[in-house]
């Protein structure tokens, strides 16, 4: 009887610790997944291409994490880790001659630091694109959900706005939520409030 129950105790243990591989190795893979799909994410959010006539068709980059992106930035790597970084997406095109255009989209952790790093950011004049935009020569801004976008042209088309907008929209109608703005920014005076004066902090940092 002892000799069978040391038996049955044996293949019991063999059979939970299997068991509990098997769980470990799952979580493992599970989390691998998780991980390759944001990158995935985030280069599908950006164009295919540049669609300019004249312009190649761009390269693709992603930098994740505050250190990858300080060597990115070059400087004020730090202000966007204090509100939530976790990668930007980039897409690079030139004309050949001088004309250079970036396009780069940031996920923050959540709708708040996207919605902080856009208004720190912007200037300009107000635009429809995404939850909020703005303009301001040759640099478009936007804001939606947990992504904060940028996209810059320096000595190209006379008139960018409208190949920038394009650029934009393509980004933003493939982010299917609009998260709305954070609660204490309605309780700011609209009276004599000049615009794009307003910023949203949530950490000591920007400060």
């Known amino acids: 009887m002892d000799l069978i129950k040391r038996q049955f105790g044996g293949f019991e243990n063999y059979y939970f610790r299997s068991i509990l591989k098997f769980k470990i190795i799952l979580l493992i893979l599970l989390g691998l997944t998780m991980f390759c799909s944001k990158s995935d994410t985030i280069r599908n959010l950006l164009p295919?291409?540049?669609?300019?006539p004249g312009w190649s068709p761009g390269d693709k980059f992603v930098y994740k994490g505050e250190d990858s992106l300080s060597s990115y930035l070059d400087g004020g790597a730090r202000l966007y880790g204090s509100y939530g970084f976790k990668e930007v997406g980039i897409l690079s095109s030139e004309d050949g001659w001088n004309g250079t255009?970036?396009?780069e989209l940031y996920r923050m952790e959540d709708s708040?630091?996207?919605?902080?790093?856009?208004?720190?950011?912007?200037?300009?004049?107000?635009?429809?694109v995404g939850s909020r935009g703005c303009y301001n020569d040759g640099l478009l801004q936007f804001w939606k959900d947990n992504y904060y976008g940028r996209i810059v042209m320096v000595n190209g088309l006379e008139t960018p706005?409208?190949?920038?907008m394009s650029l934009a929209q393509n980004i933003t109608s493939k982010i299917p939520v609009s998260a709305p703005i954070?609660?204490?920014m309605?309780?700011?005076p609209q009276k004599n409030l000049i615009a794009k004066s307003e910023r949203y902090?949530?950490?000591y940092l920007p400060l």
Do not use: M
Request: net charge negative; hydrophobic share 45%; glycine share 8%.
């Open 201 to 203: 902090f949530f950490h």
């Open 182 to 184: 954070p609660f204490i």
């Open 161 to 164: 706005e409208a190949s920038l």
């Open 48 to 52: 295919e291409r540049v669609e300019i």
């Open 186 to 188: 309605n309780c700011l």
């Open 101 to 103: 255009l970036t396009v």
């Open 112 to 128: 708040r630091g996207a919605f902080g790093v856009y208004l720190f950011n912007q200037s300009g004049e107000s635009v429809e």
